[in-house]
């Protein structure tokens, strides 16, 4: 049985002992365990059936974290640091050979950042090591931003689950690559390229030269329900009318992206929730923070809903 709890000690032990444990994050909820302990980690990719292939972020709770494990710290990195940590900004670096092959796959650097949410912070304080925390939601499936949403993703798996309330941002952090030329995105998230780019006063690396994330595959984030992509300029009236059987997930009725990232997930799980046939969504605009939203959208889609034309 898995209890939801609100005593930062117990979650302390749970890592401490080498067991995993949701944990509330600003971004999404994760499911923590300590970095340098394989087996514990290994409890982590079994927990979530999570492919081996893909690596997972180490949160730690400050800078001078970052020296114990990344081998070389970029210049950009201190002006990035400065800005947006602790937060929604997760760092590529080169690695030191401290951290188990487990948790970076085999490669060659280490995913590192330090989250805001206060809860999260000072379990890593106290434990005194490295969590590696992917999103705490079945892999392939939908990110939990409650203590709930992680209960009903993996009741039974694991213990505990540390209540910090809803997260606040609701949408996953930004992947930066720092370790080699350039800088680019790997994966879209809260903090955006617009706002990356203005503080560093360049153009980040686009194009396909780079392998994404590998945890980057096609589909992620997905209902059980079928989602499909609604044309743009597709009627939304007309449409309710013709399909009782459809959830519509209507992110144009909030009134910014923050507040659209923020409900995303929960809307999404909400709908999937009321057994409908299929959910259908439109796109949000592609700036800045709408870019995280869309890849998640499209990530989590099985592709466009042709509406029928009246000849048909
Ligand atoms: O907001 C977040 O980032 C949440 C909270 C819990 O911190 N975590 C999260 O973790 O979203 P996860 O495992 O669901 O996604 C981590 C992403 C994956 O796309 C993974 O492939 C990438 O980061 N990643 C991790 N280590 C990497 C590395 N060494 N090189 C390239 N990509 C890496
Ligand atoms: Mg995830």
Avoid: W
Wanted: hydrophobic letters at 35%; a neutral charge.
């Amino acid at each position: 049985m898995t209890l939801i709890i609100n005593e930062i000690e117990t979650a302390v032990k749970e890592i401490i002992t080498g067991n995993v444990i949701g944990l509330p994050t600003e971004t999404v909820y994760g499911l923590g365990a300590n970095a340098l302990n394989d087996n514990a980690v290994l409890k982590i990719f079994e927990a979530k059936e999570r492919p081996r292939f893909n690596p997972l972020i180490v949160h730690v709770h400050d800078f001078s974290e970052f020296e114990k494990y990344a081998g070389e710290i970029p210049e950009d990195l201190h002006l990035l640091y400065e800005k947006f940590s602790p937060g929604p900004l997760t760092y590529i670096l080169k690695k030191k050979k401290n951290i188990p092959d487990i948790v970076t796959a085999g490669n060659d650097t280490i995913a590192l950042r330090v989250p805001s949410h206060e809860m999260f912070r000072e379990v890593i304080r106290r434990a005194q090591v490295p969590v590696a925390a992917p999103s705490a939601n079945t892999s392939g499936r939908i990110s939990p931003t409650s203590a709930e949403d992680v209960l009903k993703e993996l009741d039974g798996k694991i213990n505990y689950i540390l209540d910090g309330g809803r997260s606040d941002i609701g949408i996953e952090s930004t992947v930066i690559d720092l370790s080699g030329e350039g800088i680019s995105i790997l994966r879209h998230g809260f903090i955006t390229k617009e706002e990356i780019e203005s503080l560093l006063g360049k153009k980040l690396k686009t194009g396909h030269d780079k392998i994404l994330s590998p945890g980057m595959s096609k589909s992620h984030y997905a209902p059980l329900t079928p989602l499909y992509e609604l044309e743009k300029n597709a009627d939304l009236n007309k449409f309710k009318k013709e399909n009782k059987n459809a959830g519509i997930l209507d992110l144009a009725r909030y009134s910014s992206l923050k507040e659209a990232a923020l409900n995303l997930y929960s809307d999404l799980r909400k709908l999937d929730s009321m057994k409908h046939e299929f959910l259908v969504y439109r796109k949000v605009t592609d700036k800045g923070l709408g870019a995280a939203i869309n890849d998640r959208l499209h990530r989590a889609s099985s592709g466009v809903f042709k509406i029928k034309s009246n000849q048909d």
